[in-house]
């Protein structure tokens, strides 16, 4: 029987599959909760996927920090 390989997870690069996160803003309920908003990924639309162009596209890596000339 034939063995197919598994297709690659096309995980977004912004969130890294994490599409969706709870942000405290620092209030609390009445039952002493704090109060959260849900923030959802602007790349993927909370989905954790990403199209193919996005995945295999290269990305600019992180420049370093830069330094001043008299440090």
């Known amino acids: 029987m034939p063995d197919h390989p598994a297709r690659a997870a096309r995980i977004c690069p912004d969130c890294d599959g994490f599409p969706v996160v709870a942000i405290t803003t620092g209030t609390r309920n009445q039952d002493g909760t704090r109060t959260t ?18 995945v295999t596209t290269r990305r600019p890596a992180v420049a370093p920090l830069r330094q001043e000339a008299g440090q």
Do not use: D, I, M, S
């Open 37 to 54: 908003l849900p923030v959802v990924c602007p790349a993927c639309h909370g989905t954790g996927h990403a199209p193919l162009w996005l």
